[in-house]
């Protein structure tokens, strides 16, 4: 039986899209936790492989408006704690940096909508994980809040074209990335809110015509995290 990943999602228009394909094409099955139906979350991973946090359009200390997010932190801190596979998408990884100890807020600039090239430090470069991308690399930002302290423990590895951080190391096995490698345009115009029309057009437009382009880069990143995330050393004990 093959190993599965735990993915979690918060809303109805921004589901797993292309990760699940792409993870299974990689020899990893995934169980989508849709938390914002009700689905319990769990205290701790006991039958996965690992865990991915998708996106979401609410803010990471929304909780009042949103329960479920008290204990996706809780699960996140959990699951990075035990040395187990994790990745957080937008969302997901402005998450894991208030459960491990950072800070998340609205990014000073105002809402961030586009493609951005990636920009890596030199761990980025090196990591495990994210040297599957190249500097020449684009990748689909569309995102409110930034990161504005990275947990204690965390290691920057990109900074978008603005200063923010674009994807950091969390743990042995954790990561987070500030942009969305699972979507294509289809998905993404479930995003659109009317607020910067012009903004939002032109993100929509740019990833529609070069998304063919683009997704073998994101497919490498997803496929990647399926390798690391299925290597004897990274399974829960």
């Known amino acids: 039986m093959s190993p599965r990943v735990l993915v979690l999602q918060h809303e109805d228009k921004a589901p797993p899209g292309l990760l699940l394909p792409w ?22 991973l006991t039958e996965h492989a690992g865990l991915v946090v998708l996106g979401g359009s609410m803010a990471a200390t929304d909780d009042a408006l949103h329960r479920w997010l008290l204990p996706t932190r809780a699960l996140i801190a ?7 596979p994790f990745l957080g998408i937008c969302l997901g990884h402005q998450l894991a940096t208030v459960a491990l100890g950072g ?28 040297q599957v991308l190249a500097d020449t690399d684009e990748l689909l930002h569309w995102n409110r809040d930034v990161v504005t302290r990275l947990p204690a423990s965390a290691q920057p590895l990109a900074h978008a074209p603005d200063g923010t951080v674009q994807a950091a190391r969390f743990g042995p096995r954790a990561w987070g990335v500030q942009f969305h490698p699972e979507v294509d345009a289809d998905l993404v115009v479930g995003w659109t809110e009317g607020t910067e029309p012009e903004a939002e057009l032109r993100a929509l437009h740019d990833l529609r015509a070069r998304q063919d382009l683009l997704h073998p880069a994101w497919e490498r990143l997803l496929r990647r995290f399926a390798v690391l995330a299925t290597a004897p050393e990274a399974l829960p004990a």
Request: charged share 25%; net charge negative.
């Open 23 to 44: 993870l299974e094409r990689a020899g990893i099955g995934c169980d989508v936790l849709p938390a914002h139906e009700g689905y319990a979350v769990p205290a701790a």
């Open 103 to 130: 800070e998340v807020g609205p990014h000073p600039g105002g809402r961030t909508r586009g493609l951005f090239r990636w920009s890596p430090t030199e761990a980025g470069r090196e990591d495990e994980l994210t």
């Open 78 to 84: 959990a699951t990075v704690s035990a040395g187990s």
